[in-house]
């Protein structure tokens, strides 16, 4: 059963606490992204990774940070240099390359509070 | 100028009827276009994507892409209840596998 997994569900944190949301694949995708949701909004590109070992910032990369050691599994780590961390996480991932390289697969998503 | 702009609606449409979302988007260079249905509360899913101008079908789904106008359009024809959800726009970003996404359109199918 191929997918995208992300645990836990919801996460609850107290401010000025690291957290580590895990995002594993087994759909032999190259490329993986992590994204941000806030209420009514659309998607923001936090950090993105084409091929194990590397990654790139994207729009919101500040207070956040990841590893790529294996191609499955692409792990965010919430900082508490993080000025605003409460929001929906979504990890997605797509074969990567071409036009249909574009095509992003997305897992459920962890929900994060931080009071 | 946002570089993938959507309405954010609400859009209501009747039951059985065509619901029309329309998206367009700064960058030229982009090549792949995409729309995602996002129910409330779950993550998002791509329904359709769209590589060269004209339409796709699939179903009840038409991707409509004009790169001249750079405009990229979602039709729903004989709407269910179902349908009711955000849909997301997305837009791949310069020459990289990056996408970039709309705010998405609230959509309403009223029995």
């Known amino acids: 059963d191929g997918g995208i997994t992300q645990s836990p569900k919801y996460l609850f944190r107290k401010e000025g606490q690291n957290v580590t949301l895990s995002c594993e694949q087994n759909?032999?995708?190259?490329?993986m992204y992590w994204y941000r949701q806030d209420p009514g909004q659309g998607l923001r590109l936090i950090y993105y990774?084409?091929?194990?070992?590397?990654?790139q910032k994207g729009d919101i990369a500040e207070g956040y940070s990841v590893s790529r050691e294996k191609k499955e599994s692409f792990p965010l780590t919430v900082t508490s240099a993080q000025k605003n961390p409460t929001a929906f996480y979504l990890c997605?991932?797509?074969?990567?390359?071409?036009?249909?390289?574009?095509?992003?697969?997305f897992g459920p998503g962890t929900r994060l509070t931080v009071t | 100028q946002k570089e993938v702009e959507q309405n954010s609606g609400p859009l209501s449409v009747p039951e059985g009827a065509i619901a029309s979302l329309n998206c367009t988007y700064s960058d030229r260079g982009s090549q792949s276009f995409f729309w995602y249905r996002q129910y409330s509360g779950k993550s998002p899913e791509l329904i359709m994507s769209?590589?060269?101008?004209g339409d796709k079908e699939d179903g009840r789904f038409t991707a409509q892409l004009n790169k001249a106008s750079q405009y990229v359009s979602l039709l729903i024809r004989d709407s269910q209840p179902s349908d009711s959800a955000t849909y997301l726009c997305?837009?791949?970003?310069?020459?990289?596998?990056?996408?970039?996404f709309g705010q998405g359109t609230r959509l309403t199918i009223n029995p």
């Open positions: 997605a991932s797509s074969i990567g390359g071409g036009l249909a390289g574009g095509e992003q697969y």
């Open positions: 769209i590589y060269s101008n």
């Open positions: 990774s084409q091929i194990v070992n590397d990654f």
């Open positions: 759909l032999n995708h190259d490329a």
């Open positions: 997305a837009v791949t970003a310069g020459g990289a596998q990056k996408l970039v």
